[in-house]
């Protein structure tokens, strides 16, 4: 189906229930991936959709590729992996930066099959871990052009686990012959663009994927444990894909900038196939993209050059942002979307007073398909994270923990984040039999309802506003304390670039609140950014009993906070202190990163029968493994 039905219009919050008074079955948006590239291939076969620039440095030298060039591309990438053996319910994994190869080689996994991309960035040992937990039939890997000690690992790892084949990717506008490539037993080791172009891309051979099959196999942020694979199916993608869509800032002819990781599911749904829908034009920025320094320093100048319109980015960027002087033209630039982590209202006005562009927050997660709220820059809701996307339900809940139902709350009343719809995942990889992943949803979804993890309330006209994890509370005195409150205060102090605040274990409270920070001037003092926090939360409770300065702040692989690592240490400066107080000292401590998060501590035996089972009923209240040493 070629035609779509667009709402008029969808740039204020009241045009949410208009759009929902035409029913959701009748938007008629394609029901796969495939579907979608091949519509805009029949609709605008000349039209620009992608232009890939090599690196930061060369950012005025990208690739571009119409969809007509797109959509053949993609059929000859599907119809390289099945003549390889590919079906449907196999997997294949790509494991590369952004480059020119990758965006068509991951919308053709999906044709034939189901694609799971890796965070490239990721340890070899992690890396390894999520080809075994997809059972990857294909390995698409960064060539040795590209990245070396990635194609490396792909090697062993293929060595390793056996898949039929190993696949290389050349570097955007890649010149001249490629390298031979190393060869492991009993597995196809090719260039995929020499697989491609022995097939044809006028036609997929072999049936073309349904709305319910499996596109895809995403690994969660990882914010609060070790990622799981989270599975999503055509039609979701192309469901949250439509919502996004139809926001009406930007028009058929806006640029958008993308970059982001294809690992990221922003990157694939909200800046990939919603502009497919479309018909846009999407710049890609090189295989670092956010992380290039060139790339960073040429910012305003390429979205001047390429006329952007809209970005998506995580606040860390827009902060970074703030140290680059504004040397172009942005008039161009109409949406700035922020996601993947609170956007703090300090980056909010810093980044309108240097660029005069108010950014604008979503909301959404990865069990979700993607995006679950937007925002609007014409009727901003300060603290809130945006209202929610069309055809979702968003609720604050309450669960009975009796039968796990779960129970919608009034407006306004503050409880769990559930989410219900078309765009709800059908969950989490746990095994593999004959007919492909087996899944289970782990307990995330009730009825319907999915749990976020996430603590808030939902307004009558939908808008969310978060109070934080459900893991990230800090309970002190069996009173919660939102963490965001601490986060703000300290986010205040001009000193400070950004704060990350977490419970440490308390004998008396069970958990005090502390803080991390990163700052720009290093001569500030850590009991003056206490003093200035406790000035400024909303409660004594929350003041933090201690400020950490760290050089920076851990984030998950998509820029998410990462909780886990700043409770580990909160509770290592904890016990530290404790021990000290009791005669011991903490000798040594390793980081265990595949064991969940933990810390095996090293304590001296202590001489004293009566010191050591104070130390022990100490030790034994947290979650470490630890021994005593001689």
């Keep these: 189906m070629d035609e779509i039905t667009w709402p008029d219009r969808y740039d204020r919050p ?32 000349s039209r620009i959709a992608l232009s890939i620039m090599p690196s930061g440095e060369h950012w005025n030298e990208a690739v571009d590729l119409t969809y007509g060039e797109l959509a053949a591309s993609v059929r000859s990438y599907a119809n390289a992996l099945a003549s390889l053996g590919v079906s449907r319910t196999d997997t294949v994994a790509l494991v590369s930066p952004n480059t020119a190869q990758l965006i068509p080689a991951l919308l053709g996994a999906q044709a034939v099959s189901i694609a799971a991309p890796v965070n490239p960035a990721l340890r070899e040992d992690h890396i390894l871990h999520l080809l075994q937990a997809g059972n990857a039939s294909v390995v698409v890997a960064a060539g040795p052009e590209i990245h070396p000690q990635l194609w490396a690992a792909a090697v062993a790892a293929a060595g390793l686990l056996r898949p039929k084949a190993l696949l290389a990717l050349r570097p955007t506008a890649a010149a001249g012959s490629a390298p031979q490539l190393d060869q492991v037993d009993g597995v196809t080791v090719a260039y995929l663009e020499d697989l491609a172009a022995a097939q044809p891309g006028d036609q997929l051979i072999g049936p073309p994927p349904a709305g319910s099959d499996l596109a895809g196999l995403f690994h969660t942020g990882g914010t609060t444990g070790v990622p799981k694979l989270a599975a999503h199916t055509h039609r979701m993608e192309m469901a949250d894909a439509w919502a996004v869509g139809a926001m009406s800032e930007l028009d058929d002819d806006s640029v958008l900038l993308a970059a982001l990781p294809l690992f990221h599911v922003n990157a ?31 910012f305003w100048r390429i979205v001047e050059h390429y006329r952007i319109a809209a970005m998506s980015a995580v606040p860390l960027v827009y902060s970074t942002l703030l140290s680059v002087p504004v040397d172009g033209d942005i008039s161009s630039l109409r949406m700035c979307i922020v996601g993947a982590a609170p956007l703090p209202r300090a980056v909010t006005t810093a980044f309108h007073d240097h660029t005069g562009i108010q950014l604008v927050e979503g909301y959404g997660l990865t069990e979700a398909t993607c995006a679950s709220a937007r925002s609007f820059a014409a009727d901003p809701r300060p603290g809130s994270c945006g209202q929610r996307l069309p055809y979702q339900s968003v609720a604050a809940a309450r669960q009975d923990p009796q039968t796990g139902a779960w129970s919608t709350l009034p407006p306004d009343e503050v409880g769990t984040i559930v989410i219900r719809g078309d765009v709800v995942f059908p969950g989490y990889v746990v095994a593999h039999d004959h007919d492909g992943p087996v899944l289970d949803t782990a307990g995330k979804v009730t009825d319907g309802w999915l749990d976020t993890g996430d603590v808030g309330s939902v307004s009558a006209d939908g808008f969310i506003t978060l109070r934080g994890r459900t893991k990230d509370l800090i309970i002190r005195g069996g009173h919660n304390i939102d963490p965001a409150v601490i986060e703000e205060a300290l986010r205040s102090h001009p000193a400070v670039i950004d704060a990350g605040a977490v419970g440490s274990p308390d004998e008396r409270a069970g958990e005090v609140p502390v803080a991390f920070v990163t700052v ?44 886990p690592e700043l409770r580990l240490l909160a509770a290592r400066w904890t016990l530290r202190s404790q021990l000290e107080s009791r005669g011991a000292v903490l000798v040594g401590d390793d980081w265990c990163a595949d064991d969940g998060g933990s810390i095996r501590l090293a304590v001296p035996e202590p001489a004293d029968a009566e010191l050591r089972d104070s130390v022990a009923g100490l030790l034994d209240r947290y979650p470490f493994r630890w021994d005593f040493v001689v």
């Design 268 to 298: 694939v749904v909200v800046t990939l196939l919603a502009q497919v829908l479309r018909g846009r034009r999407v710049v890609w920025a090189g295989p670092l993209g956010y992380r290039d320094p060139a790339f960073i320093g040429s």
């Design 520 to 563: 720009r001037d290093a001569d500030v003092a850590t009991d003056e950014l206490i003093a200035w926090a406790a000035g400024r939360v909303s409660e004594p409770a929350a003041a933090p009993k201690a400020v950490f300065i760290v050089d920076a702040l851990p984030v998950t692989a998509v820029g998410k906070p990462y909780k």
């Design 14 to 45: 009241s045009d949410l229930d208009v759009i929902e008074t035409v029913p959701y079955a009748e938007r008629g948006f394609p029901d796969t991936t495939l579907a979608a590239v091949e519509r805009a291939e029949r609709l605008w076969p």
